[in-house]
């Protein structure tokens, strides 16, 4: 079967570019296919590059992967183009943030009443949305009929702006409706028995469904509530130690009572400044760690990613100094633990 190409921009993600290049080995219909990975930094492209090569060639995937620092070079003739980048990255992230606080944005968040988990609206986003836009003006260029594929934030407000002012081919995709996953379990459910359907958008997701074995379970979750929530609550406040775990947050169930729906995924941690006001009442709503959008809370983030970033390079580049055996297994062990914190962390 003939197969198509793949460019990904913000390949040098490793988190994301890792999981991604451990899909397409796997999806055998994808096979053929050209998957050309760009990114600025010539460093992580090659880290990324090279255990795609070899994941590739240990699960025998019949995929042929290409590395590129330009952009336009990796958008030129594809199907489809993937879209992970950050602007600047999170150390230019920083030093906006830091602007915006000392002008008055605490957190360098500004008036937008759900948009608490970020600034994308201020200083950091004319920068992201200018490089989606370049995106989006290089397919029309050199592959008009390539489906763009945006998973880099603002989802919405990217897919919204592309759209609208290009004529390339846009789907926004978030998987934060799979946190109700997180809800089942802790409210003792099998997932199988369980059917859920989520609406919204990027970071505002509710679920308008919810049911157990074919009948509402929404009566489950009040019990919960009424008869659990503080016991919940107080053993998850002495060991919650993840500031992205926060579905049954008192946040979520304060939203659920609220609105009559229940957030989903990335959208407990908007809401109103009701849960934002400052580091206290982040800490009332969010947890010990005051959720991921707080001081502590995202300091947490930033220190814990550091460290597994650097636990991934290392592995992927001892992979060169191993058996062939043995440096498969680092590379597959790699791409399931950055599976596995994009769940947790998403």
Same mark, same amino acid.
């Not at 602007?99 to 500004?110: C, V």
């Not at 592309?162 to 809800?183: D, P, Q």
């Not at 304060?254 to 849960?275: A, E, F, H, Q």
């Given at each position: 079967?003939? +197969? ?5 921009? /913000?390949?040098?993600?490793?988190? $994301? ?19 050309? *990975?760009?990114?600025?930094? %010539?460093?992580?492209?090659?880290? !990324? &590059?090279?255990?795609?090569?070899? &994941? =590739? ?20 003739? =594809?199907?489809?183009?993937? %879209? ?30 759900? %948009? ?8 950091? /986003? #004319? &920068? ?9 003006? @290089? ?6 009929? =390539?489906?763009?594929? *945006? *998973? ?23 998987? /934060?409706?799979? +946190? ?25 997701? $509710? ?16 019990? $919960? ?6 016991? &919940?609550?107080?053993? $998850? #406040? ?6 992205? @775990? ?6 979520? !169930? ?11 995924? @990335?959208?407990?941690? +908007? ?37 597994? *970033? ?5 592995? !992927? ?13 680092? !590379? ?15």
């Amino acid at each position: 079967m003939p +197969g198509v190409k793949i460019g990904v921009i /913000g390949a040098g993600s490793i988190a $994301w570019a890792s999981t991604l290049v451990r899909d397409l080995c796997l999806t055998k219909s994808l096979w053929n296919s050209t998957v050309s *990975l760009m990114d600025k930094d %010539n460093e992580r492209l090659d880290l !990324i &590059y090279g255990s795609a090569k070899r &994941y =590739a060639s240990e699960v025998k995937a019949e995929l042929k992967f290409e590395k590129t620092t330009n952009r336009a070079e990796a958008v030129k003739d =594809a199907d489809f183009v993937i %879209n992970t980048a950050m602007a600047g990255g999170h150390q230019y992230y920083e030093r906006m943030r830091a602007l915006s606080e000392k002008h008055g944005y605490y957190r360098g968040i500004n008036s937008v009443e759900w %948009n608490m988990i970020s600034d994308y609206h201020t200083i950091w /986003g #004319y &920068y992201q949305f200018r490089l989606m836009m370049d995106v989006a003006r @290089d397919i029309e260029e050199s592959s008009p009929d =390539a489906w763009l594929l *945006l *998973l880099a934030n603002p989802v919405f407000d990217g897919t919204t702006l592309v759209s609208r002012e290009s004529k390339a081919k846009v789907i926004g995709l978030c998987h /934060g409706h799979l +946190g109700y996953h997180e809800m089942t379990e802790v409210l003792g459910l099998e997932s199988k028995d369980v059917e859920v359907v989520s609406a919204g958008f990027n970071h505002v997701i $509710w679920m308008t469904k919810f049911q157990h074995k074919g009948e509402d379970a929404h009566p489950i979750l009040d019990e $919960w509530i009424e008869e659990k929530a503080r016991k &919940y609550w107080r053993t $998850w #406040y002495q060991k919650q130690t993840n500031p992205f @775990d926060l579905q049954m947050s008192p946040a979520a !169930i304060d939203m659920y009572r609220t609105y009559g729906s229940v957030p989903v995924g @990335d959208s407990v941690r +908007g809401g109103t400044w009701k849960y934002h006001w400052n580091l206290e009442v982040k800490k009332k709503w969010f947890g010990p760690t005051g959720g991921p959008d707080s001081e502590t809370g995202w300091k947490l983030y930033l220190s814990g990613h550091k460290k597994w *970033l650097n636990r991934v390079i290392k592995a !992927i580049r001892n992979q060169t100094k191993t058996s062939h055996k043995t440096g498969s297994s680092q !590379i597959k062990r790699g791409i399931c633990r950055a599976n596995n914190r994009l769940n947790s962390e998403r």
